[in-house]
């Protein structure tokens, strides 16, 4: 890109990562001003799909992280994928998310994540002590503390609950809190609510706990931070895109045409190809049973969710991590 164009690029990225918790609806109106002027970038695609599922925008989110995949050869925000799909009344889809991944090859925080949503998906058929089985994996137990423990714990602890467990919810509540230094988690106000403990204003202020632990598209439902460090590599041009803008800089007509389609509209083009593009090559076995026998060892990452833009490479403009 010319250098005028990375800078506005890098300052929308910016003010994307800037505003995603506080507004989401402005960081996705930033995210999408950034694609206008440089939707053949990877890490625009991205920051586009991660402001769209803050915003609530689930279609928009999995047209956009479904094309991030694809561009960057990455499988890093499957969970969110998934969770979209929850949103969106499908928790068939996110499972076969679950299913269809290689799990060898995917981070362990991304994995682990995945895991929690399917487990979620599973109680959102009415398949509860599925989801509980799901859970049992081998770092559930570990006696070393991961960033992911917390979370990991506190989705079991739920699940648990879900099931009438009250007694072992309670415990796993409790060993949750134990490790969740940050408090990435309420699993403190939990255990407190089942000791029966309430604190002045909750009932006012807050939204159930259950509410917020358990629904997809919560704040923090799925942590996902943005692949920052990819590389020149990992920007390939995705071959199947329109050319969308000259040596010069300047914006050509089909960018202009694409501005003016709403965000809405541009996610359903999107979503036309067949949804095994974000699907692997299939089942991978039950997942309730393996997950019941130890399952494989999985993370979490429970970090706030941030945009960031990689480094623009031609406009000297680097944007900002949060």
Same mark, same amino acid.
């Given at each position: 890109?010319?250098?005028?164009?990375?800078?506005t690029v890098? !300052?929308?990225l910016?003010?994307? &990562?800037?505003?995603?918790d506080?507004?989401?609806?402005?960081?996705l109106? @930033?995210a999408?001003?950034?694609?206008?002027?440089?939707s053949?970038?990877?890490?625009?695609?991205e920051?586009?799909?991660?402001?769209?599922? @803050?915003?609530?925008?689930?279609q928009?989110?999995?047209a956009?992280l479904?094309t991030? @995949?694809?561009m960057?050869?990455?499988?890093? @925000?499957l969970?969110?994928? %998934?969770d979209?799909?929850?949103?969106?009344?499908?928790?068939? !889809?996110?499972?076969?998310?679950?299913r269809?991944?290689?799990?060898?090859?995917?981070?362990?925080a991304v994995?682990?994540?995945?895991l929690?949503?399917?487990? &979620?998906a599973?109680?959102?058929?009415?398949q509860?002590?599925a989801a509980?089985?799901m859970?049992q994996?081998?770092?559930?137990?570990?006696?070393?503390?991961?960033p992911?423990t917390?979370?990991?714990?506190?989705?079991y602890?739920? %699940?648990?609950?879900a099931? &009438?467990?009250?007694?072992?919810?309670?415990?796993?509540?409790?060993?949750a809190?134990?490790?969740d230094a940050?408090g990435?988690?309420?699993?403190?106000? !939990?255990?407190?609510?089942?000791?029966?403990?309430v604190?002045?204003g909750?009932?006012?202020?807050?939204?159930p706990?259950e509410a917020?632990a358990?629904?997809p598209g919560?704040p923090?439902?799925?942590?996902a931070r943005?692949?920052? /460090?990819?590389g020149?590599?990992a920007?390939?041009i /995705?071959?199947?895109?329109d050319?969308?803008?000259?040596?010069?800089?300047t914006?050509d007509?089909?960018e202009?045409?694409?501005?003016?389609?709403?965000?809405?509209?541009?996610?359903?083009d999107?979503l036309?190809?067949d949804? %095994?593009?974000?699907?692997?090559?299939?089942?991978a076995?039950?997942?309730?049973?393996?997950?019941?026998?130890?399952?494989?060892?999985?993370?979490?990452? &429970?970090?706030d969710t941030?945009?960031n833009g990689?480094?623009?490479?031609?406009?000297?403009?680097?944007?900002?991590? !949060?």
């Open positions: 890109m010319a250098k005028p164009v990375a800078e890098a !300052r929308h910016v003010a994307t &990562g800037q505003l995603i506080e507004d989401p609806a402005e960081a109106a @930033h999408l001003a950034a694609r206008r002027l440089a053949r970038i990877s890490a625009v695609r920051a586009v799909g991660l402001a769209a599922y @803050h915003a609530g925008e689930w928009t989110a999995i956009e479904r991030y @995949h694809r960057s050869g990455l499988q890093s @925000h969970a969110v994928l %998934a979209c799909e929850r949103a969106l009344g499908r928790p068939e !889809r996110a499972i076969d998310l679950f269809g991944a290689d799990r060898e090859k995917l981070d362990r994995a682990t994540e995945l929690i949503v399917a487990a &979620g599973r109680g959102d058929l009415g509860k002590d509980v089985a859970l994996v081998p770092d559930l137990t570990s006696e070393t503390a991961e992911w917390a979370r990991l714990r506190y989705a602890a739920d %699940a648990l609950l099931v &009438g467990r009250r007694d072992e919810a309670r415990e796993w509540f409790s060993r809190a134990d490790v940050e990435e988690t309420d699993a403190a106000e !939990r255990l407190l609510e089942l000791d029966g403990v604190i002045e909750d009932e006012e202020d807050e939204e706990a917020v358990s629904g919560a923090g439902a799925v942590p943005p692949d920052a /460090d990819l020149s590599d920007d390939p /995705d071959e199947d895109a050319e969308r803008q000259d040596g010069s800089g914006v007509q089909d202009a045409a694409v501005a003016a389609v709403p965000a809405d509209d541009l996610a359903e999107e036309t190809d949804e %095994a593009d974000a699907v692997a090559a299939g089942p076995g039950d997942d309730t049973a393996a997950a019941a026998g130890g399952g494989e060892s999985t993370a979490a990452n &429970g970090s941030a945009v990689s480094d623009t490479a031609t406009g000297g403009s680097d944007t900002a991590q !949060r």
